[in-house]
């Protein structure tokens, strides 16, 4: 969105998984057989572990290059 690049943050970083693996306080039926059957789905569309997420922001953090940086759910699943 132009709104989030206008802000004028150095470096930006955004995660974009696909179906994400953790504890959820709310039943989610659909999300659920989509995670039991993610080993079928392509790369771009596996799920992917919180932690994973959460790696991969912050090494996007620490990296410090500046710029606008989209972390796909292939590169997030990459992410240990």
Known sequence: HDW?????????????PSLLQGERSVLRPAERLGLAFGWLMPAPYKPVAARQVAAGLLNSAKAGVPGWHVLSNTAL???R
Do not use: L
């Not at 943050?9 to 974009?16: G, L, T, Y």
């Open 77 to 79: 699943r990459a992410m």
């Open 4 to 16: 989030q690049r206008d802000i004028g943050f150095e470096q930006v970083s955004v995660a974009r």
